[in-house]
């Protein structure tokens, strides 16, 4: 499936999938193997759940960054640079001598790996009419779900048979492969040079002077970003607290990735049939929901894997419909900048799950700290929601 824009520029989907999943994909598949690496490197639990919440931080931080550079210098070249750090990043987190080299490592990897994450959102929206738009990011979304669903396993797999370090040998060849793909398949399709600078920062300020916008970005973050809180803390919930073996966590967040992915095929069937404020409303109450009945159930001490895996699942699913429809309505506010509003609600989307994983690493009971920490999110995603669209 391609993409093609009024201009006749035709860009592959699978390859914007590619370099959108790349960047969270580095997250998902190290999950797995961090008590290994902890045990390997001498860091303790708080020290190896930094490393995913400061590549949170870094996929939040770079989207800034990389929204306006593409607006002004054109969106290939902007790419082909994020995806050269994120190469070099890699082998740097493959080489750490310690905790703190990795920690720092793992940063500039997620600089260089948000790149195609904004990026690719924003070539769909070049290349797509705006009907058509939420349409293709749930397909894309379909895609990219597909990797970091099955990515847990993998990790841990080959944390268990190769080696932690293996796992950042196999992120450097996805980083050459997407470079070579980008330069031979991949054309220009902004406009580089269209706007000044001054222009850009207008509009940029328009953007955070928006109650939609705000409303659309900081509603996504928490309807979406906020389960990295989950993720972060599974092989504690799990193996800690559950008493499972450490391979079962690999199984259990595919099973919540697979949500995302039945969420997003839902969304593409449900995107022009149903107003897209409505279907981010009620998509975001079904997690709501399933989350709170999780938290009742710990509170009561009564939680077990099953549980905590179905809710989580019912979570997920909302979570997958209602990302592309937030995404979408976010950067239609203003289509003059479609690079800079993808690169802000990136940067909201990821600060808020990298203030999530952080939230929910506090205390001593990590299930307790990530189902509250999921409710208030959902609490705060539902009232942004209803803001976005009172105001659209």
Request: a positive charge.
């Amino acid at each position: 499936m391609e993409a093609e824009s009024p201009r006749g520029i035709r860009v592959p989907l699978w390859l914007l999938a590619l370099l959108a999943f790349s960047g969270t994909l580095a997250m998902h598949i190290f999950v797995p193997a961090l008590p290994r690496a902890g045990a390997d490197l001498g860091a303790g639990t708080g020290a190896m759940q930094m490393t995913i919440s400061v590549y949170i931080f870094g996929l939040a931080v770079g989207q800034l960054v990389y929204g306006p550079l593409s607006d002004r210098f054109g969106r290939r070249p902007v790419l082909m640079g994020g995806l050269v750090i994120y190469l070099l990043a890699g082998i740097a987190c493959g080489l750490a001598p310690g905790i703190h080299p990795l920690i720092v490592a793992r940063l500039f990897q997620a600089l260089g790996g948000c790149a195609g994450l904004v990026l690719a959102r924003a070539i769909v929206r070049d290349t797509s009419p705006p009907a058509e738009t939420a349409r293709r990011l749930a397909l894309m979304n379909l895609m990219i779900t597909v990797g970091p669903g099955v990515a847990p396993m993998i990790g841990g797999a080959m944390a268990e048979t190769l080696g932690w370090r293996s796992i950042f040998v196999a992120l450097c060849g996805l980083g050459i492969a997407n470079m070579v793909f980008t330069w031979r398949l991949l054309p220009e399709t902004g406009k580089p040079g269209a706007h000044s600078v001054a222009a850009l920062a207008r509009s940029y300020g328009h953007l955070l002077r928006s109650p939609a916008f705000l409303g659309y970005a900081v509603g996504g973050g928490c309807a979406t970003t906020s389960m990295y809180a989950f993720i972060a803390a599974a092989p504690f919930v799990f193996v800690d607290q559950l008493h499972r073996p450490s391979y079962e966590v690999g199984i259990y967040l595919a099973i919540l990735i697979g949500g995302v992915w039945i969420g997003s095929m839902v969304a593409s069937r449900l995107i022009g049939r149903v107003p897209m404020g409505r279907l981010l409303v009620l998509a975001n109450l079904v997690s709501v929901v399933a989350i709170m009945i999780l938290l009742m159930a710990v509170l009561a001490g009564e939680f077990g894997v099953a549980l905590t895996v179905a809710m989580l699942f019912v979570f997920t699913v909302g979570v997958g419909v209602a990302a592309p429809a937030a995404l979408t309505q976010a950067v239609s506010v203003n289509p003059l900048v479609i690079g800079s509003a993808s690169g802000l609600y990136g940067f909201t989307q990821m600060a808020v799950g990298a203030l999530c994983t952080a939230l929910a690493g506090i205390g001593g009971n990590p299930v307790l700290a990530a189902t509250l920490v999921l409710t208030g999110a959902g609490i705060v995603a539902q009232a942004s929601f209803w803001i976005a669209v009172r105001r659209r």
